[in-house]
């Protein structure tokens, strides 16, 4: 199990460092085309920090792992929220427009709420194995194409004053850095997806705690270390963009075009507690930020909640 475990902690590292690159590379391209901070924030860092998670997510249905693909998304939005915007709230309190309130945060509400209703057949229909079947991913899919031309037309309609930044590399050098990065995010996945897997069975733990915990943990990494780099900076926009856009691109990208193209999963593991956590972090956000800022109060509340979510957890785990 030692070598399964250095084989884990390899993939994490070429993941990271594949999304590192593939969101500095990204990022100068988008310096080359002058796109506000908050767009880069919801479209280049969002995307690229969900990498990791949308690569270990087709591994995972390719390999028939129902429970990690859903362990991935939910692990990773419930982190996003109460660990990443918890600690960043407490470094800094985050100031919040009253657009990103109106907009952007509707929308993660609605696509939390409808990865709920898809997933939880059995609620609606007693006895009914809950599952994601094709035609819900395709439903997340349209989602996120809904979401996605709403970024584009406020690309179109933006008013911006940022100061324009100069890239540090030439166009074609951002875009070759960006390939290395996609590159490497796909061969960290296969080993994470593939140590893991024997990891869990060493320790004898369900796909279920594995993915909600270690790969959840070890994905959410670049969303870490890019939310605390712009907190530090009171870069509040980069901040909300990077956790916002990733928990919607994690249920429309991350698992909604991979349901869509292999097929359908029934996870196995999961309960209507997960489910409920991720609704409750997701509407404590908006009800956190209508006042236009999370405080630092509001931030230590996230992270007991997180730190009670998670302890239950792997407490309930480890004693079934």
Request: with cysteine.
């Amino acid at each position: 199990m030692f070598i399964q475990i250095i084989l884990l902690l390899v993939g994490f590292i070429i993941l990271i460092k594949g999304a590192d690159y593939f969101i500095d590379g990204a990022s100068e391209i988008a310096k080359h085309f002058n796109i506000p901070k908050i767009l880069i924030g919801l479209t280049i860092v969002s995307l690229g920090t969900s990498a990791p998670e949308f690569a270990i997510s087709c591994n995972s249905i390719l390999s028939n792992k129902g429970d990690m693909i859903i362990g991935t998304v939910i692990g990773s939005n419930i982190i996003n929220i109460l660990l990443i915007l918890g600690i960043c709230s407490v470094i800094s309190p985050i100031k919040v427009k009253s657009t990103t309130v109106k907009k952007e945060m509707p929308f993660n509400i609605m696509i939390s709420s409808l990865f709920a209703i898809l997933l939880c057949d059995n609620v609606f229909n007693y006895g009914i194995v809950d599952s994601i079947s094709r035609a819900d991913g395709l439903v997340i899919v349209i989602f996120l194409l809904i979401f996605l031309y709403y970024l584009f037309s406020i690309t179109k309609k933006s008013n911006d004053k940022d100061e324009k930044e100069i890239s540090k590399y030439s166009l074609k050098k951002s875009i070759f850095i960006s390939i290395i990065g996609a590159v490497s995010i796909i061969m960290g996945s296969d080993l994470v997806v593939d140590s893991a897997t024997n990891v869990a069975k060493a320790l004898h733990v369900s796909d279920r705690i594995i993915s909600l915990t270690i790969i959840a943990f070890g994905t959410g990494l670049p969303e870490l270390a890019s939310s605390i780099s712009a907190a530090l900076k009171k870069e509040h926009d980069i901040v909300l963009g990077n956790i916002i856009g990733s928990n919607i691109y994690n249920i429309g990208l991350v698992l909604g075009v991979p349901v869509m193209l292999f097929g359908g999963v029934t996870p196995n593991g999961f309960n209507n507690f997960d489910i409920f956590v991720l609704l409750i972090s997701t509407l404590l956000l908006f009800l956190f930020s209508v006042d236009s800022k999370i405080t630092k109060l509001e931030g230590i509340g996230m992270l007991l909640l997180f730190i009670a979510y998670y302890a239950f957890t792997i407490y309930k785990g480890v004693i079934i």
